[in-house]
């Protein structure tokens, strides 16, 4: 396989997973409930994993607008699943947080995920499950600082 070749493999691949990994993150945010947008649960984990955080870096982390953040923020906060407060810091912008209901619900669900990602590569020898995700790790890094096209 020339260069190019394998080149070619790895973006047809890449758009592979992409368009599965949007599809299943629709799919997990429905889980959390019915209402949601597919971007829904990965602004959950993000908001999770950050504990509290303003409204403005959850746009900038998912690269949307203020528009859209505010709307999605807004419909998880009309659910019960997150609450905003006034910055403290700067009483202009709002933190949110996952309430204990929105807390439950999106680990359920990433439970749910978890179990699949066991089921896909449980079978896969541990050193090359590291080496998996230290290459996907790099990948995300250079993704990450790659400029829209």
Known sequence: MS?????VAVEREVALMFRR???RVAELSRRVHPGLEGMAYSMLGYIEQAGRVRVTDVGVHFAVGKATVSRQIRALEELGLVARETDPLDRRAALVSLTEEGRRRY???????????????GGWAAEDVVRFGELLRRFNDVLGEAPAE
């Open 3 to 7: 260069d190019e070749e394998a080149l």
């Open 21 to 23: 990994g949007r599809a």
């Open 107 to 121: 680990l359920a669900a990433r439970d749910v995920r978890m179990g699949r990602v066991r089921e896909m590569i």
